[in-house]
Every structure is written in C-alpha cells, then in structure tokens.
C-alpha cells in the first residue's frame, strides 16, 4: 500500500510543529519525515519525542559552511530508505498548510483527482498576520487568521508539487524543493503533471520543459501564467505568521542557501509590509479545524510530547518578550516610516521604471516569473527586482558614481534584497555610463562578459539588456548560457543597429514597443563571423 509521505526540513519551529503535524494528519497523511539541523528553541527535543512516540521520522544532522540546510536533508531523506517506489510526496515548509478543495478536502480526493498522472503542481495563496500579534499561544487554522492575498498577486504564484515517488524516476530535489527531481531521459510529458484544475500542465514553458526533461534548477519555483489554478488545491503559506514572530524569521536566514552564499534573508520590514496580506477572506480550511484539533489533542495527551511542545511555547514567548524589552531586533532602514527618516539620509537618486505602459507591463510580468535575473544596466527595473522574491539579481553597471549610488539605494531601502551590483571596468566613462573615449577599448568586454566568470554569478533565467554593449552583452549570453533563457532587449526596436546585428543570429520572440522578447538556448556562433562577432561585442552602443 503506498505511504502518503509528508516530507520537510526545519530549524527553530517548535512553536508551530505540532498544528502543522495535527493539521496534515487529519487530512490523511500517514508518514511523516522531518529533518532537523541546530535548533535552539526545542524543536530537536519535540521531535525526538515524537518519534519516539512512533508519530514521525526524525532525522537529524548538522549544517557546514556552504551547505544547503535543505538541499542536505532533501539528499538525506532520499538515502534513508523511508520513501518507497509508488509513495505519494509533498515537501512543505513548516509555514505551508496543503489545502484540498476537491470532494471532502482530504489527501485520498487529491489522489483519485491525480489520477494516473505522476503528480500536481499546487500554488501557494499567503496569508497574512490577520491583525493579530503577541507571544503566542498561535494556532493558524483558525478564525484568527483567514486574511488572505487576492488570487492575481503574483506573490502566490509559487508552487510545491504533489507527486508519485520513485521507480528511478522521481525523487526529493536537492537543489530546489518546489518540484520533485526527475531523471534524464525519464521520458516525462506533460501530461505526467497537472495543475489544480485539472489539466496537463504547460507544454510550452521553457522552465518546464527543462524540468520534464531532468533539469532541476531553483528558478522553477514559478507558477506558468497558463497553469494557474487553485480549483482543486492550494497551499495556504502563513510566511509572516505575527509581526513579532516574522521578527524571529530573520535570525533564520532562507533554508535554500548555504551559510557563506547567503546574499541577502530577506526577512525585513518591508518584506513583512509587502507579505502581510489580508486583503481578501479564505476560510475555506477551517472545515478541518475541528479534526485537527481532536489530532493535537491526541498528540498532546503524550506526556513527552506536551512536556517538548510547551518547553518550545514557553521558549519562544521568553525569547519575543526579551527582544521587545531591549529592542534587540536590529533596526531595518525603512524610508517610508517617516518624512525625518528620508531626510536624514544621505541626498540619493532614487531610480524610477521609466518604461512606456506596455513595455513596464512586460518588464513586470517577466521579473514576477523568473527567479535569477541577470540585468546589464541599473536602475528602476533592479528597485522593481529588489521588491520581489528572487534568489539573486545580478545588475552590471559601467558608471561607477551611479554603481555606488544605486548600492547605497539598496543598502537604504532593501537592505537584505539579494541583488549584486557589479561595477565593469571599461576605463573612463562620461553620461549613461559610455566609455569617455576609445583609449581603454581592451576593456571594453568587461561589460558584457567579466559578470559571468565571478565566484557568486549564477546562471540566469531572465536577462534584460538595457545598458552599454548592447549587442555584445546579447551574444555574449548566447555563448555563454547552458540552458534556455529569455532576454529583455530594451530600445530594440527604435531603428538603431540592434536588430540587424542581432537577428543574423536569432530572431525575437515577440517586440512590445521598443522591446524585444527573446527565448534563446546555448548557440554555437560561426567561427567565419567571428571578426563581425568582436567588432559588435566592443560596440559600446
């Protein structure tokens, strides 16, 4: 009989474990796997207690530098000889509660809705602090917290996946936990994954063919705008819980990176301005609160366990209650506090999207999909990116007065955004960023090409071209790219030598204006243009 496998990886959630386990019991989850690493509120000692009450699996391990605290408990689970060949698995964090809407909302009406499919991709609708704050006691399937983000925010198109483990095709993902990994040549389609409503998902999604065919990259996190759907189910994402609690968020860090590659946790006032959304009323889950109540009674009634639990209650409410008293939580730079906060600051230009309507509803909506975004030019689209949930934001600069000016921006407003400016050295330059003359010509591939060979640079899935170079930096991608990404060019279509020079090459995708849209893959260019190839690349236009 195949297991229906509740999987997450944790650090410092004991407050919180207990509702989650009850909650995802009662809609008929039968094993549950926990990986620990390092905790300090009690979430070790709750666990250990409840495995050895025989209610979960815990594993625990410890973290190094550059590790991945999730990526390793993702490999360690996959060892462990826990899941089998046929089981049924989902990777939620502590915070993401699966929400069934199909039949009676519990986990066998998901199945029967799956079908013969190999699983579904399920989004996350978030949740906010529904006014509520203090130390606790917190239980979020309750009346006290059903506000909820209207369905077009695009902070709720990201996705975990529901899915059938196994058979050398399937696994936990150590590089990504929003979709299992699939094997190489697996021969997937398709029609193996559905979304919430049912259908096939997106055939056509670059990111998703790369998955369907054994790519597993942390940029699929995304929902394609054609799979959205919460018809059958969604993932109720409590990600700020209480302004106190979001508070304690930040000693955390993000679970995905490793120790020294962390750019930026995120965990910020505005992050919590941004995420704490109560616009609409979701009660919709509350049709389980009375059987996972009678759960996390049941578990409570173990003597261990409620001694554990209420150690890590009681732990938590002492460690809000001393920050709050000696105002230990670091200040956060919020220049919309107040109007002495902005003027105290130092005198900064503060960029704006200055795009026309269609070509800022473009760049929007493609920054809102992709995750890795690598931008040749700073300005208002890195702010926009800034504001956004991504795992990196690359933004080559050539001007070094406005490089300094656009990191002080960022320090200022978004401190934690994980977005990189990186200066290129291509000798002097005068307005916009234009070399001031032809004497530093030898360092003019800097700008298009030294971005790529830093230690921190990550493989892009979106690249906008709004800068120097223009043409160089867009051959220099198809060079250089291992897999399919979409570009950005702006100014693309306003008669100057862009499109000439780029489609000997490759032709857009589509033009919005005066940008073009590009879906490129790894090209390999013809050595007998390779002198028309490097007279374009030191084209600083």
């Known amino acids: 009989m195949p297991k229906k496998i509740l999987f997450t990886a944790v650090k410092n959630e004991a407050p919180f ?3 989650w386990i009850a909650y995802h019991r009662s809609i008929g989850f039968d094993t549950i796997i926990i990986v620990s690493n390092d905790s300090d509120d009690g979430t070790t000692e709750l666990l250990d207690a409840l495995q050895a009450a025989g209610e979960l699996h815990h594993i625990h391990h410890s973290v190094g530098p550059n590790q991945s605290p999730q990526g390793k408990a993702a490999l360690a689970a996959n060892a462990s000889g826990l899941i089998e060949d046929g089981d049924w698995v989902i990777w939620l964090d502590a915070d993401e509660f699966l929400n069934i809407h199909t039949g009676d909302g519990k ?4 199945i029967a809705a799956v079908d013969d499919a190999s699983g579904m991709i399920i989004p996350w609708r978030l949740f906010g ?26 902070l709720n198109w990201q996705l975990k996946t529901f899915y059938r483990h196994g058979d050398g095709r399937t696994k936990l993902a150590h590089l990504a936990p929003h979709r299992p990994a699939l094997t190489r040549g697996a021969g997937f389609t398709n029609a193996d994954f559905i ?35 919460w018809e059958i189910a969604q993932i109720n994402h409590y990600s700020v819980r209480t302004g106190q609690l979001f508070g304690l968020k930040r000693y955390r860090g993000r679970g995905f990176r490793g120790k020294r590659k962390t750019v930026g946790v995120r965990h910020t006032e505005r992050f919590f301005q941004n995420h704490n959304l109560n616009d609409c009323d979701d009660r919709s889950i509350l049709r389980h609160e009375t059987s996972s109540m009678a759960e996390l009674n049941r578990l409570l009634a173990i003597d261990d366990v409620r001694i554990a639990h209420e150690r890590g209650q009681k732990l938590t409410a002492e460690r809000i209650a001393a920050m709050n008293e000696r105002d230990a ?18 005198a900064l230009f503060v960029p704006g999207v200055t795009l ?11 920054y809102a999909q992709h995750d890795v975004i690598l931008e040749y030019g700073s300005g208002g689209s890195t702010l926009l990116a800034a504001q956004q949930e991504h795992a990196l934001v690359m933004s080559v600069e050539s001007d070094a007065a406005w490089a300094d000016n656009m990191r002080a921006v960022l320090q200022r407003d978004y401190p934690d955004a994980p977005v990189r400016i990186h200066t290129a050295d291509i000798g002097p330059t005068k307005k916009w960023g234009r070399p001031a003359n032809e004497q530093s010509w030898r360092k003019f591939p800097n700008y298009p090409m030294q971005v790529w060979d830093m230690d921190w640079f990550r493989h892009p899935d979106l690249i906008l071209i709004d800068g120097r170079f223009r043409v160089g930096c867009f051959l220099n991608a198809l060079f250089r790219i291992e897999r399919p990404v979409t570009v950005l060019f702006d100014d693309y279509a306003t008669g100057r030598h862009y499109a000439a020079a780029v489609e000997a090459f490759v032709k857009p995708r589509s033009i919005v204006g005066r940008m073009a849209r590009f879906e490129i893959e790894p090209t390999a260019l013809p050595p007998a243009r390779l002198t028309e190839i490097i007279s374009l690349i030191l084209n600083p236009e």
């Open 17 to 19: 474990l207990l509702e």
């Open 107 to 110: 986990l066998g009406d998901l």
């Open 129 to 154: 602090d529904g006014g509520n704050d203090g130390a606790g006691p917190w239980r979020f399937v309750s009346d006290g917290f059903t506000g909820a983000a209207s369905l077009d925010n695009p």
């Open 195 to 229: 979304t919430p409503a049912g259908q096939p998902i997106d055939g056509t999604d670059k990111v998703t063919k790369n998955w369907l065919g054994g790519v597993t990259a942390p940029g699929n996190a995304k929902v394609p705008p054609a799979d959205l759907s």
């Open 329 to 346: 939580l670091e200040p956060v730079a919020d220049p919309m506090a107040s109007d002495d906060a902005v003027d105290a600051a130092p």
């Open 356 to 366: 026309p309507d269609a070509e800022q509803a473009l760049l929007e909506r493609e």
